[in-house]
């Protein structure tokens, strides 16, 4: 089945360590998304790519990069200057950039500070 | 930029009744407006989307309204059950980008 893979499930992060979330899909989806979802607060938009090779910056970008190589590969890093990262990520992908498309969710990675 | 409010309490309501949902949006009129559901620890899952000159649009027991002189989306769920407890995210398309802005949901319980 297609879908969007997002791994590990759970991250701890040490003070001063960069870590990468994985976002995989095999659904021929053009546009990727990351967000944030911290309690009692909606998704809030990282980055956003709309096709290979080209990411825009969401709402809360700082403290967090990310690439896109491939189109089926969309990896966060959650850097040191991020000082709060513990939250829930979620990572969803659109069929193409048109505004209206549905999203499709991976189920998400929780990241934790030790 | 567009704002996306839902209602932060719990929804309580006995199996057999009928849910209703509250999104209202403010800054910005939205072109359309999607309805997600989330489980405990997992993504949200589409459900809905309807355009602004779309008042009403239903699927199976599922019914969402868009009245823009409001501002408002109004998300049924007929003949609730106990396996429709969940939260209910609604989302929005912003202007000058593509992407998304969501509310933090309403999280419903359906009681047996």
Known sequence: ?114 | SLKIEQNSEALNIQEGKTATLTCNYTNYSPAYLQWYRQDPGRGPVFLLLIRENEKEKRKERLKVTFDTTLKQSLFHITASQPADSATYLCAGGDTGRRALTFGSGTRLQVQP
């Open chain 1, 1 to 114: 089945d297609g879908g969007i893979t997002q791994s590990p499930k759970y991250l701890f992060r040490k003070e001063g360590q960069n870590v990468t979330l994985s976002c995989e899909q095999n659904l021929n989806h053009d546009a990727m998304y990351w967000y944030r979802q911290d309690p009692g607060q909606g998704l809030r938009l990282i980055y956003y790519s709309q096709i290979v090779n080209d990411f825009q910056k969401g709402d809360i970008a700082e403290g967090y990069s990310v690439s896109r190589e491939k189109k089926e590969s969309f990896p966060l890093t959650v850097t040191s200057a991020q000082k709060n990262p513990t939250a829930f990520y979620l990572c969803a992908s659109t069929l193409d950039s048109q505004a209206n498309q549905p999203q499709h969710f991976g189920d998400g990675t929780r990241l934790s500070i030790l």
